[in-house]
């Protein structure tokens, strides 16, 4: 009874520290086991070399879906955990078919699927930050369509259907979704050759732009903005990336600029920020840095100085 009760202890211990308690101890006590089965079908060294992020990898890759939820889980935790986010983003990073998986899963939107798909945005996000890891991303054929389908509308209150209207999201997930989107975006965009790909991807500069657009009482009213901290970081996301878009240099930026001048809201919704932003002045410094960049193309010029409001502003 004693060994047990010191067996147990530890495998709390090691959930807890791996912030894993809300799953129980079964995944832990998995790992262990599967390691301990290494050693003893294989040899010793096999068993050594299994750590919680390979294991994690492998139950990502499974057919059963618990455990892509638990895999998903682990390395989400271990990828924001600052004592073993560099390890494992690395072993992450150099994995093809992991990523491959990860931006297979934001495509996954069934109800019962939304932690999944949570865990692998945050990881995509954070694997995205590093330009090696971002090049192998976008390098994946649809990886920017996946991303792009976590960006969905928020402008409608209460709930909100995904694009393919299989089911509700309420409005905290639905902007956790959107700003994981547009981080993992903006961090993409650092590439000029992944701007344009973004460029390219049909109806994505149309949300990017949608997510510029600031009501009145977001830039005017501090409480406002604490209360609701999540919408005026998804215009501040949105705002970096059509920055980094329109400066990207030679005939894809001259595309870009020529194609998010040409979208409806471009000008207005920066216009609105221009007028109403006085509190929030780095949005009107992004902002304005953005209509000038999108001045340098014929055409341009015209557009910003026909939407009213704006050279005053």
């Given at each position: 009874?004693?060994?047990?009760?010191?067996?147990?202890?530890?495998?709390?211990?090691?959930?807890?520290?791996?912030?894993?308690?809300?799953?129980?101890?079964?995944?832990?006590?998995?790992?262990?086991?599967?390691?301990?089965?290494?050693?003893?079908?294989?040899?010793?060294?096999?068993?050594?070399?299994?750590?919680?992020?390979?294991?994690?990898?492998?139950?990502?890759?499974?057919?059963?879906?618990?455990?892509?939820?638990?895999?998903?889980?682990?390395?989400?935790?271990?990828?924001?955990?600052?004592?073993?986010?560099?390890?494992?983003?690395?072993?992450?990073?150099?994995?093809?078919?992991?990523?491959?998986?990860?931006?297979?899963?934001?495509?996954?939107?069934?109800?019962?699927?939304?932690?999944?798909?949570?865990?692998?945005?945050?990881?995509?996000?954070?694997?995205?930050?590093?330009?090696?890891?971002?090049?192998?991303?976008?390098?994946?054929?649809?990886?920017?369509?996946?991303?792009?389908?976590?960006?969905?509308?928020?402008?409608?209150?209460?709930?909100?259907?995904?694009?393919?209207?299989?089911?509700?999201?309420?409005?905290?997930?639905?902007?956790?979704?959107?700003?994981?989107?547009?981080?993992?975006?903006?961090?993409?965009?650092?590439?000029?050759?992944?701007?344009?790909?973004?460029?390219?991807?049909?109806?994505?500069?149309?949300?990017?732009?949608?997510?510029?657009?600031?009501?009145?009482?977001?830039?005017?009213?501090?409480?406002?903005?604490?209360?609701?901290?999540?919408?005026?970081?998804?215009?501040?996301?949105?705002?970096?990336?059509?920055?980094?878009?329109?400066?990207?240099?030679?005939?894809?930026?001259?595309?870009?600029?020529?194609?998010?001048?040409?979208?409806?809201f471009t000008v207005s919704n920066i216009r609105e920020t221009l007028r109403h932003g006085k509190k929030r002045p780095e949005l009107q410094k992004i902002g304005a840095e953005?209509?000038?960049?999108?001045?340098?193309?014929?055409?341009?010029?015209?557009?910003?100085?026909?939407?009213?409001?704006?050279?005053?502003?």
């Amino acid at each position: 009874w004693e060994w047990m009760i010191s067996v147990s202890k530890i495998l709390e211990k090691v959930n807890q520290e791996c912030g894993l308690e809300r799953f129980g101890t079964g995944s832990v006590r998995r790992f262990f086991y599967d390691a301990y089965s290494r050693c003893l079908n294989g040899s010793i060294f096999d068993g050594l070399k299994m750590d919680m992020v390979i294991f994690a990898m492998e139950l990502l890759v499974s057919n059963i879906p618990d455990e892509h939820l638990i895999g998903a889980e682990i390395l989400c935790r271990f990828s924001t955990n600052k004592d073993y986010s560099v390890d494992t983003l690395q072993k992450i990073g150099t994995n093809l078919a992991i990523i491959e998986r990860l931006v297979e899963m934001l495509n996954w939107r069934n109800q019962n699927q939304e932690v999944v798909r949570r865990s692998s945005a945050e990881i995509l996000s954070r694997l995205a930050s590093k330009k090696q890891n971002s090049l192998r991303v976008a390098e994946i054929p649809g990886a920017i369509e996946s991303i792009s389908s976590l960006l969905e509308s928020t402008r409608d209150s209460g709930q909100a259907t995904d694009e393919i209207g299989e089911h509700s999201i309420n409005q905290t997930d639905l902007w956790t979704f959107n700003n994981l989107g547009l981080l993992i975006l903006k961090r993409l965009a650092r590439d000029q050759d992944n701007c344009g790909k973004i460029g390219k991807t049909k109806g994505l500069l149309s949300k990017i732009v949608d997510f510029t657009y600031a009501e009145k009482r977001l830039l005017r009213d501090p409480n406002v903005a604490v209360a609701e901290p999540y919408k005026i970081l998804a215009v501040r996301r949105s705002l970096k990336l059509l920055r980094k878009l329109v400066t990207t240099t030679g005939a894809t930026g001259k595309n870009l600029r020529s194609n998010i001048s040409g979208i409806v809201f471009t000008v207005s919704n920066i216009r609105e920020t221009l007028r109403h932003g006085k509190k929030r002045p780095e949005l009107q410094k992004i902002g304005a840095e953005i209509l000038t960049f999108l001045a340098l193309d014929e055409g341009a010029t015209e557009k910003i100085g026909g939407t009213g409001g704006v050279l005053k502003g």
